[in-house]
């Protein structure tokens, strides 16, 4: 079993700036993919973006150019950088870690985006 724990979620407003870390109890550098998602109110969990241990690095279109996907093996931790903080993007953020096909889920951590 693994757990992995998000924080660093708050409220912020637009175009503002948060940074969230997902922390593992084990080592993430065995882990096939680590990713981030976002939940919003009413609405289906969606994937935010990919880190692998390859270095590889991926996001989806909505958050491209804005969030940074990071990692520190030694610290067993995955981030995620956002800036310029829109409304839109208010959601639980989760982290999820993939290995040897089983998917492991965080509790999340709330952002909200708002004046």
């Known amino acids: 079993q693994v757990q992995v724990v998000e924080s660093g979620g708050g409220l912020v407003q637009p175009g503002g700036s948060l940074k969230l870390s997902c922390v593992a109890d084990?080592?993430?550098?065995?882990?096939?993919?680590m990713k981030w998602y976002l939940q919003a109110p009413g609405k289906q969990r969606e994937w935010v973006a990919t880190?692998?241990?390859?270095?590889?690095?991926l996001y989806a279109d909505s958050v491209k150019g804005r969030f940074t996907i990071s990692r520190d093996n030694a610290k067993n931790t995955v981030y995620l950088q956002m800036n310029s903080l829109k409304p839109d993007d208010t959601a639980v953020y989760y982290c999820?870690?993939?290995?040897?096909?089983?998917?492991?889920w965080g509790q999340g951590t709330q952002v909200t985006v708002s004046s």
């Open positions: 084990v080592s993430i550098a065995s882990m096939d993919t």
């Open positions: 999820r870690a993939v290995r040897g096909g089983y998917i492991y």
């Open positions: 880190t692998t241990n390859s270095g590889s690095t």
